[in-house]
């Protein structure tokens, strides 16, 4: 049977980059990852944007600020070794209102603060120089800021940890965890994997330790385990549109909004990919399935688990029209144009597709509150204290892995004694 020091649930890009992180630091160990697709890094990881975050937004102090800033520059420096293509194109936040340039220069600010490289407030001449079709009165350039494909980082992460002994299983969606039963047959072999771990066909691994990185599932799989099912996950589905090919010249680098405090959600902004396309957006809209990325996937039991929970209706009702506008642009595109054109005046339906969705994993507290930073915790008793759980690895999880890796291999090797 099969038999781990330690499995990793989830093969997403965080998952892999803990994987291939613990198997680098404990060669002696035999790891697994374990993936209930038959690919790799199939949800958040190939849905986002592609954007490699320099760590502006973020509290100071806080670990999302400086995991960014670490796990930025180790991008970079991973993609050069691997010879993984990215383009450094830098990002404008652009204000288009008087009232948007004081959150900016304190944008700015906090930008310093985070020790975040090459920042720079600039004008409307600049603004026009660096992106001639935008439009604006004031920008924070952060020219550090770049695009790659997360889902071709991940696949190289996933090779680094088979090249090191790493086990990968896919089709294993894991359904249960628990104590091996003593004065089993292998009863030896039960005391030393005392973690037995089966899927929804019923195989099982049995291991010492566990680490679960799944994402729209971490609440679940915490609450198999046995372990708090605090913060819970609500599925938001952005969806995004693409200018059309010959359009995509208006777009050099990433162009964002000023993000406005009272709104959960940062706004439409442009964003250009590495196969040369331009992604406009995403909104923000309840999905009604956990991995639902057309309009009308719907399951039961994800809709249920999102409506039943009062956390959900607190963040509702405390954001009650901006909810109700992000569901009007959802359905007509002028609406959602009507945002471009305050950045991009040229833009005009004409000039636009539907594009792809992503389903982001937002976790919320009991009080509707937006959990903004990781959380990673583990459980009592037997079982609770032979897991890790990474319960929210929000944006920027992607740009942050091999910094939120590291992270996550201090935790294990401190908690499980490795």
Same mark, same amino acid.
């Given at each position: 049977?099969?038999?781990?020091? *330690? ?23 035999? #790891? ?17 944007? +592609? ?16 995991? =960014? ?9 991973? =993609? ?31 930008? /310093?603060?985070?020790? *975040? ?14 992106? $001639? ?13 770049? @695009? ?24 294993? &969606? ?8 003593? +004065?089993? !047959?292998?009863?030896?072999?039960? #005391? ?25 599932? !971490? ?5 198999? !385990? +046995?372990?708090?099912? &605090? $913060?819970? @996950? ?13 359009? =995509? ?7 964002? $909004? ?11 902004? %442009? ?14 809209? #309840? ?15 994800? %809709?249920?688990?999102?409506? /039943? ?17 992000? *569901?009007?642009?959802? =359905? ?7 945002? /471009?054109?305050?950045? @991009? ?10 594009? $792809?969705?992503? *389903?982001?994993?937002?976790? /919320? ?10 959380? %990673? ?23 942050? !892995? ?17």
């Amino acid at each position: 049977r099969s038999t781990f020091d *330690v499995a990793v649930v989830g093969a997403g890009i965080v998952g892999l980059a803990s994987a291939r992180e613990l198997a680098l630091r404990h060669p002696s160990l035999t #790891l697994a990852v374990l993936e209930k697709e038959p690919e790799l890094a199939c949800h958040q990881t190939g849905h986002n944007s +592609g954007v490699i975050h320099s760590g502006i937004y973020y509290t100071p102090g806080s670990l999302k600020a400086k995991l =960014c800033v670490q796990g930025a520059a180790l991008c970079y420096e991973y =993609c050069d070794q691997k010879g993984i293509p990215y383009k450094r194109c830098g990002k404008l936040i652009v204000a288009v209102e008087q009232d948007e340039i004081p959150r900016l220069k304190a944008l700015y600010e906090r930008g /310093l603060q985070n020790n *975040v490289r090459d920042l720079k407030l600039i004008g409307a001449k600049e603004i026009q120089a660096k992106e $001639p079709f935008c439009r604006g009165l004031m920008a924070l350039d952060s020219p550090y800021t770049g @695009i790659v494909n997360y889902k071709q980082v991940a696949q190289s992460y996933a090779e680094d940890f088979q090249e090191a002994g790493g086990t990968i299983l896919t089709d294993f &969606e894991v359904t249960d965890m628990e104590m091996a039963k003593e +004065g089993s !047959s292998e009863n030896e072999d039960g #005391l030393q994997y005392p973690v037995v771990v089966r899927n929804s066909k019923g195989e099982e691994i049995y291991c010492r330790h566990i680490v679960t990185c799944a994402g729209l599932y !971490s609440d679940r799989l915490s609450e198999i !385990s +046995g372990c708090s099912p &605090e $913060p819970r @996950i609500v599925p938001f589905r952005g969806d995004y549109l693409v200018l059309k090919p010959e359009k =995509c010249y208006m777009v050099k680098g990433n162009i964002y $909004p000023v993000p406005n405090p009272r709104f959960p959600f940062l706004g439409f902004h %442009f964003t250009p990919r590495m196969d040369g396309s331009v992604w406009l957006g995403p909104n923000a809209v #309840l999905a009604f399935k956990r991995e639902g990325y057309k309009l009308l996937d719907f399951s039961t039991a994800d %809709f249920l688990d999102a409506v /039943l929970y009062s956390g959900l209706w607190k963040l509702v009702l405390r954001n009650f029209s901006y909810g109700l506008s992000e *569901v009007y642009r959802a =359905c007509f595109l002028s609406a959602q144009v009507k945002q /471009l054109q305050r950045f @991009i005046p040229e833009v005009t339906v004409n000039d636009i597709l539907r594009g $792809p969705s992503g *389903v982001r994993a937002q976790a /919320l507290d009991s009080d509707g509150n937006l959990v903004d930073d990781f959380v %990673f915790d583990g459980g009592t008793g037997d079982i609770g204290s032979r897991i890790l759980h990474v319960r929210n690895a929000p944006s920027p999880a992607a740009t942050s !892995s091999l910094a939120i890796a590291k992270m996550i291999a201090d935790e294990v090797k401190q908690r499980f004694e490795l």
